[in-house]
């Protein structure tokens, strides 16, 4: 399984931006797809996941409301929708998937497929 991920941008605060994510390989409807973020000089952080299948989805607090992941089947693709953004959402955005039990849907580590990551500068 290969990701690929592509989207990010400079953007003003308040504005949008979409992020996306192909896969490339197999993956099976009860795959997690989560989407990740480092800071410069912070922890890698979760920002969101869905089950391939549309299932279940999930978002850290401080994104719900302002981030929506999506997916389309027919491109074997998952989307970050950002919107409202704010200058502390300023990171490089990472997709990732595998095979995971929901309960460790937050946990990068447990994550065994990565994309090489894509920045998202918001500044005014």
């Known amino acids: 399984v290969q ?3 592509s989207g990010g941008g400079s953007v003003q605060p308040g504005g949008s931006l979409r992020l996306s994510c192909g896969i490339s390989g197999g993956i099976a409807s009860n795959w997690l797809m989560g989407w990740f973020r480092q800071a410069p000089g912070k922890d890698r952080e979760f920002v969101g996941v869905m089950r391939w299948s549309g299932s279940h989805m999930d978002y850290a607090d401080s994104m719900k409301g302002r981030f929506t992941i999506s997916r389309d089947d027919a491109k074997n693709t998952v989307y970050l929708q950002m919107d409202s ?21 937050t946990q990068s580590d447990s994550y065994r497929y990565w994309g090489q990551g894509t920045l998202v500068t918001v500044s005014s």
């Open 85 to 105: 953004l704010k200058p502390e959402d300023t990171a490089v955005y990472y997709c990732a998937a595998s095979p995971l039990i929901w309960g460790a849907r």
């Open 3 to 5: 990701l690929q991920a």
